[in-house]
């Protein structure tokens, strides 16, 4: 299968900082790529919809000023959390659908963990 | 926003039983996928259910959509601790955007 890669795993940061989260697809390309957010023993829940070449679409409610994303590449997409505060700590995920499968895969998650 | 409802949401069981875990939705999806999650890792995709009525068996596990593809049931045949895990339906509404459901967190008990 197709795959789907996420750096950093962890990162602990400080309340004010900045933190980015990269997603790359490994050996494939993706135009889309998907950012989630994920609570302890909840689901995921979208955040955005990243685009190759052209701006990402929010899900109502997500603070695109906040959780700015960049898809720089057909192999990359970034999601940098701004100005950090202790309610941003969560498990963030990405993934990127094959198109001619329709299959999604995923990274293996960032967790972040602001003081 | 959570298109899809799954029940049960939390599943404790004995080693050997069977159980049925439910995606419903009011909305239509073109595809609807079923994952499992173990803690700290990304989901881990188990299949993919296009076509109304559909069924699919991946050893001990039998996944069902829907006739009007709005919902979906997962059944685990003699579950195994190795089964443990959060169980996660997706659909793709169109446009290659996926909204997973609530989610079951299973455990089996040795």
């Known amino acids: 299968g197709a795959v789907v890669s996420q750096h950093p795993s962890w990162v602990i940061c400080k309340s004010g900082t900045s933190v980015k989260i990269e997603c790359r697809s490994l050996?494939?390309?993706?135009?889309?790529m998907f950012w989630y957010r994920q609570f302890p023993k909840q689901s995921l829940m979208l955040m955005a919809t990243s685009n190759e070449g052209s701006k990402a679409t929010y899900e109502q409610g997500v603070e695109k000023d906040k959780f700015l994303i960049n898809h720089a590449s057909l192999t990359l997409s970034t999601l940098t959390v701004t100005s950090a505060h202790p309610e941003d700590s969560s498990f963030y995920i990405c993934s990127a659908p094959v198109l001619v499968t329709g299959e999604l895969f995923f990274g293996e998650g960032s967790r972040l963990t602001v003081l | 926003t959570q298109l899809l409802e799954q029940s049960p949401q939390f599943l404790s069981i004995q080693e050997g039983e069977n159980l049925t875990v439910y995606c419903n939705s009011s909305s239509v999806f073109s595809s609807l996928q079923w994952y499992r999650q173990e803690p700290g890792e990304g989901p881990v995709l188990l299949v993919t259910?296009?076509?109304?009525?559909e069924v699919k068996k991946l050893k001990r596990l039998t996944f069902q959509f829907g006739d009007a593809r709005k919902d979906s049931s997962l059944h685990i045949t003699a579950a195994q601790p190795g089964d443990t895990g959060l169980y996660l339906c997706?659909?793709?509404?169109?446009?290659?955007?996926?909204?997973f459901g609530t989610g079951t967190s299973l455990t089996v008990i040795p």
């Open positions: 259910v296009v076509t109304g009525g």
């Open positions: 050996d494939f390309q993706a135009t889309t």
């Open positions: 997706a659909g793709d509404p169109g446009g290659n955007q996926f909204y």
